[in-house]
Structures are given as structure tokens and as C-alpha cells.
């Protein structure tokens, strides 16, 4: 009996180390692999990209030090897993929350010398911004700084471009291309379900951007338009970009649901709606389809606009998009 204890307890100890060897061999292996691709990242440097301004923007290594100048691009570089190299972010930057702890640079009027204190080793810019402020991200090159100006996108595709950009700028161009690969099978998911919609259930949408007394809305070219053809619904809107309607014109094309995407900034958005002078005849107002989506997700050109697309379908066909 006291051999079979002895034996017990060998065979029990022999277990233990076989396990902890085990554990031992497969963190070896996930810090060989760690080691494997921070050794190819670096070894994609260094780089060079063509911006949206068509300046050859050289990077000499992969930046440690990442100051983001608009909210999309911050959204995209915590996408890409650099939350820890983002040391700037403008002040409208909120999302994701990691972002309200990061040094602030200003808004629209940037400040340089807090951008070059923080001593990035990539700034990224923005094309929508760019030709307003090239004095201020002249001084940036000036001091040193490598500054890329990401294109400002207005389509899915373009928004994948960006992505992309910022990947092998930030040296994680397989994240980048997996990001871009999830993103476009979850909007084929929403098109494949969008294209059950019969013919006869297809709904008429008008998208309020801004609110009356100076009603904006999206029309052709334009990322909401992308999205309602994306759900197979119809934009009201013929015009191109973000033309300001007359109210009557809105009650006359008689959308089938109205869509507001300025809740966050204005008090009781689709209340408003439904107590306009003349509105209440609007089919979406009389069969209480007016709906409020978040307006970051449906116009940041970031990771979280095919979120943006469901959420709008939801509003629009939320028998369908449940």
C-alpha cells in the first residue's frame, strides 16, 4: 500500500510539471510569435506613402509617438490596437473613452507648440482640414515632425483606403487588413438581409442633419446615401452634397421615415419633428417612423461606420433589423 501512495504521488508530481511545462512551452510560443511580428513590423520601415495632398510622406520606423488631429483617425488608430501610441487627440475627440485621457491639441485652429511638446513621431492630418491649416502643418514638418494627411472619405471604399494608410503608417498593415476585411463581410451581411426587402415594403427616407430653422439634410454622393442604398431604402433627396430644404419641400416629397442624426446636439430631436407646423400629414410622422441615430457612428469615416449602417436600418426597417 505505501508503494502505491509513493507511486500515486510520483506519478501525480510528474502530471503537474508535464502541465506546467506545457503552459511554459505555449507562452514560449506566443512571445516567439510576438517577437516575429514586432520583428517584421519594423522591417517594413522604412515606408513611404503618397497622402491625400500627393506628398511623398516618408517614415523612417515604426512610430511610437501618434498625434491624431481629427476624431475618424483616432477612432481607426485604437481599431488598430495603437491606443498606447496615441499621446494626442483633438478636443472633439470621444470615443472610444481611452481617448478623453489623452493630451488634448485643439480643434479646428490646432496648437503647435502642444503638438510638437508631445514629441510624435507621426502626426496624422486630415484632408477636410488640410488646406485650411497648411501653415500650422508646415510648421509641424519644419520642426521635424513626419505628418501624413489621411483622404478625406466619402464611401465605404475610400473609408478602407484610410484605414489602410494609417496601418502601414503605424506598421500594422495585417491589422489593418483584417479590420477592412471584417468590416466588409458585415456589410455584405446587411446588404444580403437589406435585399429581402420587397419592392412594395421599400421605404422613402429623408435624413435631417441639421435642425429647423436652417434644415440640412444628405443627398447624392454623400456617405448616408451609400447607407440607404446599402439597406435598400430610397434618399428623398436628388440633390448632391448637403443641400439646406425648405420646409415644404420635405412635406411634399412625403418620406415614408425620417431619420435625424443631430439628437446628441439638440433637445428632443424627433419631438421637434413631430410638432412641426404642416408635418403632421407626412406619412413617416403619422405612422411614428421618425427615429434618431448616433450621429458619430453614421458620419465618422472610422471603424464603427458599418455599425453606423445597421443602426440605420434598424430605424428604417425595424421589423427586419431586429
Keep these: 500500500m505505501k508503494k502505491f501512495y509513493s507511486l ?26 510576438e517577437g516575429q511580428k514586432a520583428s517584421e513590423e519594423e522591417s517594413a520601415f522604412p515606408v513611404t506613402i503618397k497622402d491625400a495632398l500627393d506628398n511623398e510622406v516618408v517614415i523612417e520606423s515604426k512610430p511610437e509617438r501618434i498625434v491624431s488631429m481629427i476624431p475618424s483617425n483616432t477612432e481607426i488608430a485604437f481599431g488598430l490596437g495603437l491606443g498606447q501610441e496615441v499621446v494626442g487627440v483633438s478636443d472633439f475627440d470621444n470615443y472610444p473613452a481611452e481617448a478623453a485621457e489623452k493630451e488634448k491639441i485643439g480643434g479646428m485652429e490646432f496648437n503647435v507648440e502642444k503638438i510638437i511638446s508631445l514629441n510624435p513621431d507621426l502626426v496624422l492630418a486630415h484632408a477636410s482640414s488640410a488646406h485650411n491649416s497648411e501653415a500650422g502643418l508646415q510648421q509641424l514638418r519644419d520642426a521635424g515632425v513626419t505628418v501624413l494627411v489621411v483622404n478625406d472619405a466619402k464611401s465605404f471604399e475610400q473609408v478602407f483606403e484610410s484605414i489602410e494608410m494609417i496601418g502601414i503608417a ?64 430610397e ?42 407646423d404642416g408635418w403632421q400629414d407626412i406619412s413617416a410622422v403619422k405612422n411614428k417612423q421618425v427615429a434618431d441615430v448616433d450621429s458619430d457612428m453614421v458620419t465618422r469615416s472610422g471603424p464603427r461606420i458599418i455599425e453606423g449602417v445597421e443602426e440605420l436600418a434598424k430605424a428604417v426597417y425595424p421589423d427586419v433589423f431586429k
Excluded at 182 to 205: F, P, Y
Excluded at 223 to 232: H, V, Y
Aim: overall charge negative.
Design 8 to 33: 500515486l504521488l510520483a506519478m501525480l508530481l510528474a502530471a503537474g510539471v508535464l502541465a506546467g511545462c506545457g503552459e511554459s512551452a505555449e507562452q514560449s510560443k506566443q512571445k516567439a510569435e
Design 170 to 233: 503605424a506598421g500594422v498593415k495585417e491589422d489593418a487588413e483584417q479590420l477592412v476585411a471584417d468590416m466588409k463581410s458585415k456589410l455584405d451581411e446587411i446588404k444580403t438581409k437589406a435585399q429581402r426587402i420587397k419592392e412594395d415594403d421599400r421605404q422613402s427616407v429623408f435624413v435631417e442633419v441639421s435642425p429647423a430653422p436652417e434644415i440640412y439634410t444628405a443627398g447624392k454622393d454623400t456617405f448616408m446615401d451609400e447607407m440607404l442604398s446599402a439597406i435598400n431604402a
Design 235 to 276: 434618399n428623398i433627396i436628388t440633390e448632391e452634397g448637403w443641400p439646406k430644404m425648405d420646409p415644404e419641400a420635405i412635406i411634399e416629397r412625403n418620406p415614408d421615415v425620417i431619420i435625424t442624426t443631430h439628437g446628441y446636439y439638440t433637445e428632443d430631436a424627433v419631438g421637434n419633428i413631430i410638432s412641426r
